[in-house]
Every structure is written in structure tokens, then in C-alpha cells.
């Protein structure tokens, strides 16, 4: 019995002991949590990381910690300013006339406009394979031999890695990439609109690469040279473009114009390593603050802290900059301290959105959006729809950050359809009365959980020519009633409709019901209660809306070439700049026009509005664009091309120990900014997630009880046979 009780001791503190150690069921390493780490996921693995070829939200959340073009965004500042990332200063910018000399920028003799980079001196790539060289100056893994490769499965599979400062002549290369055509750079033909020579430096290099790649060589783009583009020195860089396009300084804060170092570029071009994955799309090189240390696109993704990363710091505002930008006490803490804060990054796939949340809430990652089945769990609704954490997420010390987007959701009219398109009066009222029958408010309701802004033009919040209230306010659709916008009655709708020849729904000329066609991707079973919805929206004012859905690319080759009535579409800033906007509504982007290649898919053409977009175009931001803006937003309200939809909000929810969390649509670069209370963390997840022992506790005293019983029974057995054999 003795014996058995020292057992016993020993089993309740083992549990002791385990109820006191790390969390069991965490899934990271306990070094990386305690360590200075940033835990986050991805839903959808990145195809392509060749700043050159990437154009997706996916990539760019990598990209953006690894490269750097020649500016960026200011974090904190709002609304959205440029400022040098890789330069000394900003841009200078000259003018030039026909003979390339220098003229004024409002005169009408202005050509051409230079661009002059000035970079910084302490630029240093991260270290790479790439940069080795030999005592006589060669590349050392520039042609690798069929022995070295059958050892190589990936770069960290190489013995030795350099690393070289970033020049001027690193930025050029990249642009001169970005010219062949086998690169696939989707803004290419952007490009070719407005830097001097592209166009023909295009179609020279591509044939060359056909030709080189056709063979099984490399092609080095030292050998050739971009008429617009020239390296002074090492430090400096001319761009000249045509004409005027202030836009394109926005261009340069974008991963397509950060330095690809031509030891890269050629040692990539390796057949062998190409055959193994081994690429700028799989392992980028850059000079910003972390690397890629890791790529498993279908298990996880690791970024680390670049050692080479030049001098930056965390940015400071005045208190009117603050004040203005709506910028808390608490986001300035860091004000002035060396970036990056975080040391690594790890990204896990997450193709469900229940698991990942129920890891946030365990404190396994440190930020979450909010997914519909989240919604109610996270946020609560008060009067006039304001959102609101709810308690369960405010004991937890979990806040909320939110913003309305730089984008909009609209449904558009096909002005080239004889039906729903036209610039006459009555057909001007159709879309008018569909407009005002839309209920965006109930659709943001019902749909998106409160996360959306009724939209009042193409222009959303944030970008220079929004305005809010009255002034802002779409007069066709909203009147403003005691300060508020108020959505007009169906009855207005049904008014406008009999004045477009309409009346219920009826043709007067024909006697039938009007019957509109609205061509949709929605084709899964969860679309089935918006499609009922966009019908019963059409259905008040009597017109019967039927339902074509059909795949992605179909969809895209009906809207290019014109054979669609109404779809709905949408479009994310890539600037923050109104003509990012208004360019969609440009006469000669229609899509009609341009064998589908126009963004304008709605093929809307008013001469007087595509006037003042020229005009607006290349204005600088100030009150008299602003007057030009208000009426090109005059004239499309009343031709009501779009239904405006919504400006999307969006909400995510972080931990109490991530830091610095700002919301900024336009900065790809912002995990320097942010940090992690490491050791608040670990304490909270020990927390949260200390395993509930005492059934386990119960079921081994029950069973040792029962184990003693049946040992004590036992041996009072034994000992009565024991007797019995002594008599």
C-alpha cells in the first residue's frame, strides 16, 4: 500500500507539472512564440513573385516586405502622400518642349516631362547566391554545371551567398524586363502610353528573347537600352515620358519599378534551375526589409528580417498632421525608432475561414478579418448601423480597425445596348428609375453585414474629388433630408419609368412587359439569394429581370465585346487618384472600341465629360480640378451609366499585443511598421488555452481505485487459498 501511494504522488505531480507548462496544443514551436514573431495566414497560395509579373492582392502582401521601388506611401499620414523609400529626395521633375528644352509646366509647348532619381547610398540587397564571385571577378554560380545541380534542391542548398549594393542601373533593368513581352507584365502596354521609346525597345527585345529562349540561352538586357530611360551615374536615373501624366509618380511607388539586379536575373535563366522551380516567381530578391526565407505556397510562407536593410524609421507627424489624419497617441509611440520592429514573419495556408478564426481566438495568429460565419460572434450592430466589438471580443483585449476602401462595386449599364444604353431623355430615365429601385442600403444590410458605404459616384472616400454631405451627395438617386441622405420613394422610380415609355414595367410602344438581361459568375448555391434579390429589386417597378450566369472567362468575353445588357463589376485604386477612378467612364477606353482591351466595360461616351477628363487629367490637385470633378460628376449621375453600388468597409480584428496595426490600402510595405508584445502573447495563449485535465484527473483516480480494489481483493483471495492449504 505504501508502495502504491508513492505512485499516486508521483502521477498528481506529473499532472501538475504539465498543467503549468507550454500550451499542447499549439501549433508553432515554443521558441517562435515566445520569439519576436508575427503569426498570419493565406487563403490563396501566390503563383507569381516576380515583381515584373505579379498583380495580385496575394503577392503583393509578400512582394511588398522584399522589394522596393523608388517611393511609398507614407503609413500614417491620410489622406494617401508619396514620399522617397529609396531616394534622397522626391523626384525632380523638368519639362521639355519639342527641342527638349526646358519650358513651364501650364504651357502648352510641354512634350515631354523628365523625371530625375536621385538614390540613396546605403541600398544593399539581400544575400543571394546570385552576387558570389570568383577571385577573377566571374559570377560563381553563373553557369552551373549538371554534377552541382543534382546537389541543388534549393538556395539554401548553395555553400556560399554575397551581396552588393543597389544602383541606379538595378531600377532601369527592371523596366527593361518589364518590356519583354515573355515576362507577361501586365501594365506593359500602360507603360508603353508614356515612356519615350518602349514601344519600339519592346518589340526590338522581344525577338530577341524568342529567339535566345527558342535556343536554350540567356538574354543579358545590359546589351540594350530604353531611348527614355538613362543611368547617370550610379546614383542617378533619368525617366522621360511624354507629354504630362503627374499620375506617373504614383507608378513608382508600385513593385513593378523596384531593382532587379542582373546577377539574378541571368542566374535564375539557368535551364537547370528552371527545371527544379528555382525562379525570380519562386524566390525573389530584394533590397527591403525582410527575405523570403521560405516558400511552401501549400503549407506556409516565412519571411525573415533583412540583416543588410538600410537606415529607416518609424515615421512622426506634427499634431495638425495627426489631428487631420485622425492618427492616435498610441500609433506615434514608435515614432522615430529604427525599423523593422518584427524579426520574422510566419504565414500560414488557411483555405477555410472556421479554423483560422478559431486559431485567432486561441491568440495563434495575431490578426483576423471577420468572416460572415464570425460576424455576429465578433460585431455588434448599434442604431444607424455603427459596429461595434462585442463583449465577448472586448475581455479578450481584442480591437477592431476598420476603413472604407479606395474601391467600388457598381452594376453597369451597357450603353452600346439599344435597350438599357442611349443618351435621350426616356433612356436616361430607365436607368435613372433602376438606379433609384436599387436598395443598396438593404443590399449592404443583408449581404455584407453593414460593411459598405452607399456609393454617390465612381469616386470613393479617401481619393482627392469625394466630398461628403450635401455637396457629396448623388441628387438623381438621394434627396437630403435634416442632414441625411435619403433614398427617393419607388414612387419617384415609377414616375421616371413612364417617362421613359415604361409605365409599370409596360412598353408603350409594344404592349410587353420590359424584359432586361443581367449576366453574372454567381453560379454556386450560395449566390441563389442574390440573384432572388436583384430580381425583386427589378420586380418593384414591374420589369422582369432574367438571370445568365456562365463562367469567369465567358463573363469577361461577353463584357469586352459588348454583348451583355447589365453585370456588375468592380474596381480596387491602383493610385490614389481621381483619374483612377474617372478613366473608367473615358469615351476612348470603351471596350467596344478597343477589341476589349478599354477598362471603360460599360462603353459610356459623352463627349462633354471626356472634354474634362482630359482636362482634369493632368491638372494638379486643388480647387479648380476639384470644379472640373464636380461636373464630371454631374453629368454621369444624370446619364447614370453605373448603378454606384457601394464602397466596400473594410474590419479587421488584432490581438492587444500587436501593434502599430494601421489601415492603409495603398501601402504594400507596412510589416516594418508593426510590432509584437512577445511575452504579453505567450502569457495570453497559456491562457486561453490550458488543457482542461481534471476528467482525465477523475478517470485515473477512478481507475486507480479500481485497480487497488481489485489488487487488495485479490490478495485476500490469495491468502484465504494460502490458509486453506496450511490446513
Request: aromatic share 12%; proline share 6%.
Given at each position: 500500500m505504501q508502495a502504491w501511494l508513492v505512485k499516486w504522488c508521483m502521477v498528481l505531480s506529473l499532472f501538475t507539472v504539465l498543467l503549468h507548462a507550454a500550451v499542447?496544443?499549439?501549433?508553432?514551436?515554443?521558441?517562435?512564440?515566445?520569439?519576436?514573431?508575427?503569426?498570419?495566414?493565406?487563403?490563396?497560395?501566390?503563383?507569381?513573385?516576380?515583381?515584373?509579373?505579379s498583380y495580385n492582392a496575394n503577392e503583393w502582401m509578400f512582394l511588398g516586405q522584399i522589394y522596393e521601388p523608388p517611393?511609398?506611401?507614407?503609413?500614417?499620414?491620410?489622406?494617401?502622400?508619396?514620399?522617397?523609400?529609396?531616394?534622397?529626395?522626391?523626384?525632380?521633375?523638368?519639362?521639355?518642349?519639342?527641342?527638349?528644352?526646358?519650358?513651364?509646366?501650364?504651357?502648352?509647348?510641354?512634350?515631354?516631362?523628365?523625371?530625375?532619381?536621385?538614390?540613396?547610398?546605403?541600398?544593399?540587397?539581400?544575400?543571394?547566391?546570385?552576387?558570389v564571385k570568383n577571385p577573377d571577378g566571374s559570377l560563381r554560380y553563373g553557369n552551373l554545371t549538371e554534377k552541382v545541380l543534382k546537389t541543388i534542391q534549393s538556395l539554401d542548398d548553395f555553400p556560399m551567398q554575397g551581396s552588393r549594393s543597389v544602383t541606379a542601373a538595378d531600377y532601369a533593368y527592371a523596366m527593361k524586363r518589364m518590356a519583354v513581352r515573355q515576362y507577361h507584365s501586365p501594365i506593359l502596354d500602360t507603360m508603353m502610353q508614356y515612356i519615350v521609346g518602349l514601344r519600339d525597345y519592346s518589340k526590338e527585345v522581344t525577338r530577341e528573347a524568342k529567339k535566345r529562349f527558342a535556343n536554350g540561352e540567356r538574354l543579358d538586357l545590359r546589351k540594350f537600352e530604353i531611348p527614355g530611360v538613362k543611368v547617370v551615374d550610379d546614383r542617378t536615373l533619368e525617366i522621360r515620358i511624354y507629354g504630362k501624366y503627374p499620375q506617373f509618380l504614383y507608378w513608382m511607388a508600385m513593385n513593378f519599378f523596384a531593382p532587379i539586379p542582373w546577377e539574378a536575373d541571368l542566374f535564375y535563366q539557368q535551364k537547370g534551375l528552371k527545371q527544379k522551380n528555382i525562379s525570380l516567381d519562386t524566390q525573389p530578391v530584394g533590397s527591403g526589409a525582410y527575405y523570403l526565407a521560405e516558400n511552401s505556397p501549400n503549407r506556409?510562407?516565412?519571411?525573415?528580417?533583412?540583416?543588410?536593410?538600410?537606415?529607416?524609421?518609424?515615421?512622426?507627424?506634427?499634431?495638425?498632421?495627426?489631428?487631420?489624419?485622425?492618427?492616435?497617441?498610441?500609433?506615434?509611440?514608435?515614432?522615430?525608432?529604427?525599423?523593422?520592429?518584427?524579426?520574422?514573419?510566419?504565414?500560414?495556408?488557411?483555405?477555410?475561414?472556421?479554423?483560422?478564426?478559431?486559431?485567432?481566438?486561441?491568440?495563434?495568429?495575431?490578426?483576423?478579418?471577420?468572416?460572415?460565419?464570425?460576424?455576429?460572434?465578433?460585431?455588434?450592430?448599434?442604431?444607424?448601423?455603427?459596429?461595434?466589438?462585442?463583449?465577448?471580443?472586448?475581455?479578450?483585449?481584442?480591437?477592431?480597425?476598420?476603413?472604407?476602401?479606395?474601391?467600388?462595386f457598381y452594376m453597369a449599364f451597357n450603353m452600346a445596348d439599344p435597350v438599357v444604353g442611349g443618351y435621350t431623355e426616356p433612356q436616361k430615365k430607365?436607368?435613372?428609375?433602376?438606379?433609384?429601385?436599387?436598395?443598396?442600403?438593404?443590399?449592404?444590410?443583408?449581404?455584407?453585414?453593414?460593411?459598405?458605404?452607399?456609393?454617390?459616384?465612381?469616386?470613393?472616400?479617401?481619393?482627392?474629388?469625394?466630398?461628403?454631405?450635401?455637396?457629396?451627395?448623388?441628387?438623381?438617386?438621394?434627396?437630403?433630408?435634416?442632414?441625411?441622405?435619403?433614398?427617393?420613394?419607388?414612387?419617384?422610380?415609377?414616375?421616371?419609368?413612364?417617362?421613359?415609355?415604361?409605365?409599370?414595367?409596360?412598353?408603350?410602344?409594344?404592349?410587353?412587359?420590359?424584359?432586361?438581361?443581367?449576366?453574372?459568375?454567381?453560379?454556386?448555391?450560395?449566390?441563389?439569394?442574390?440573384?432572388?434579390?436583384?430580381?425583386?429589386?427589378?420586380?418593384?417597378?414591374?420589369?422582369?429581370?432574367?438571370?445568365?450566369?456562365?463562367?469567369?472567362?465567358?463573363?469577361?468575353?461577353?463584357?469586352?465585346?459588348?454583348?451583355?445588357?447589365?453585370?456588375?463589376?468592380?474596381?480596387?485604386?491602383?493610385?490614389?487618384?481621381?483619374?483612377?477612378?474617372?478613366?473608367?467612364?473615358?469615351?476612348k477606353n470603351a471596350a467596344v472600341d478597343t477589341d476589349g482591351a478599354g477598362i471603360n466595360s460599360a462603353n459610356y461616351k459623352n463627349p462633354e465629360f471626356d472634354r474634362l477628363f482630359v482636362q482634369m487629367q493632368t491638372m494638379p490637385s486643388s480647387p479648380e480640378r476639384l470644379a472640373v470633378i464636380e461636373k464630371m460628376l454631374k453629368i454621369v449621375r444624370e446619364d447614370a451609366p453605373w448603378v454606384w453600388g457601394f464602397y466596400p468597409k473594410s474590419?479587421?480584428?488584432?490581438?492587444?499585443?500587436?501593434?502599430?496595426?494601421?489601415?492603409?490600402?495603398?501601402?504594400?510595405?507596412?510589416?516594418?511598421?508593426?510590432?509584437?508584445?512577445?511575452?504579453?502573447?505567450f502569457r495570453k495563449q497559456q491562457v486561453w488555452n490550458r488543457p482542461v485535465l481534471w476528467p482525465l484527473l477523475m478517470l485515473v483516480v477512478a481507475m486507480s481505485l479500481l485497480i487497488w480494489g481489485l489488487r487488495r481483493a485479490y490478495r485476500r483471495r490469495q491468502s484465504s487459498v494460502i490458509r486453506k492449504e496450511d490446513v
Open positions: 499542447w496544443n499549439a501549433p508553432y514551436p515554443v521558441e517562435e512564440i515566445r520569439g519576436n514573431t508575427l503569426f498570419s495566414a493565406f487563403s490563396s497560395p501566390p503563383k507569381h513573385l516576380d515583381p515584373v509579373r517611393l511609398q506611401y507614407n503609413y500614417l499620414k491620410k489622406p494617401y502622400v508619396l514620399e522617397p523609400l529609396t531616394l534622397t529626395q522626391m523626384p525632380q521633375v523638368v519639362y521639355l518642349d519639342n527641342n527638349e528644352s526646358k519650358t513651364d509646366a501650364k504651357s502648352p509647348a510641354v512634350k515631354f516631362t523628365l523625371y530625375r532619381f536621385h538614390f540613396r547610398d546605403d541600398l544593399v540587397y539581400q544575400n543571394h547566391p546570385a552576387f506556409r510562407i516565412r519571411l525573415v528580417k533583412n540583416p543588410h536593410f538600410h537606415m529607416e524609421r518609424y515615421p512622426g507627424l506634427t499634431a495638425e498632421e495627426a489631428n487631420a489624419s485622425g492618427v492616435s497617441k498610441q500609433l506615434q509611440r514608435d515614432s522615430g525608432k529604427r525599423l523593422p520592429f518584427i524579426d520574422e514573419a510566419v504565414y500560414s495556408l488557411e483555405k477555410e475561414s472556421i479554423p483560422l478564426w478559431n486559431k485567432f481566438l486561441q491568440g495563434y495568429y495575431d490578426a483576423s478579418g471577420i468572416s460572415s460565419e464570425a460576424f455576429d460572434q465578433a460585431v455588434q450592430i448599434g442604431s444607424g448601423g455603427s459596429m461595434g466589438l462585442s463583449n465577448v471580443m472586448k475581455q479578450k483585449g481584442i480591437r477592431m480597425v476598420s476603413s472604407v476602401e479606395p474601391s467600388i430607365l436607368r435613372q428609375a433602376i438606379s433609384i429601385a436599387q436598395d443598396q442600403e438593404e443590399y449592404i444590410s443583408i449581404f455584407l453585414n453593414e460593411r459598405g458605404v452607399p456609393a454617390q459616384g465612381p469616386i470613393p472616400p479617401g481619393i482627392f474629388g469625394y466630398e461628403e454631405g450635401k455637396k457629396g451627395t448623388n441628387p438623381v438617386v438621394y434627396n437630403w433630408v435634416r442632414g441625411k441622405r435619403v433614398r427617393k420613394s419607388i414612387n419617384v422610380a415609377k414616375k421616371l419609368l413612364t417617362e421613359a415609355g415604361y409605365p409599370g414595367g409596360i412598353s408603350a410602344k409594344t404592349g410587353k412587359r420590359l424584359k432586361l438581361y443581367y449576366d453574372t459568375t454567381a453560379t454556386g448555391p450560395d449566390d441563389r439569394a442574390l440573384m432572388d434579390w436583384r430580381r425583386k429589386q427589378f420586380a418593384k417597378l414591374g420589369i422582369e429581370l432574367v438571370i445568365r450566369a456562365t463562367d469567369y472567362n465567358r463573363f469577361q468575353e461577353k463584357v469586352r465585346k459588348g454583348k451583355v445588357q447589365l453585370f456588375s463589376w468592380g474596381w480596387n485604386a491602383d493610385y490614389p487618384d481621381p483619374e483612377n477612378f474617372l478613366f473608367l467612364l473615358y469615351g474590419l479587421a480584428l488584432v490581438h492587444g499585443w500587436f501593434h502599430n496595426v494601421v489601415p492603409n490600402a495603398m501601402a504594400n510595405n507596412t510589416l516594418k511598421y508593426k510590432r509584437i508584445d512577445a511575452a504579453k502573447r
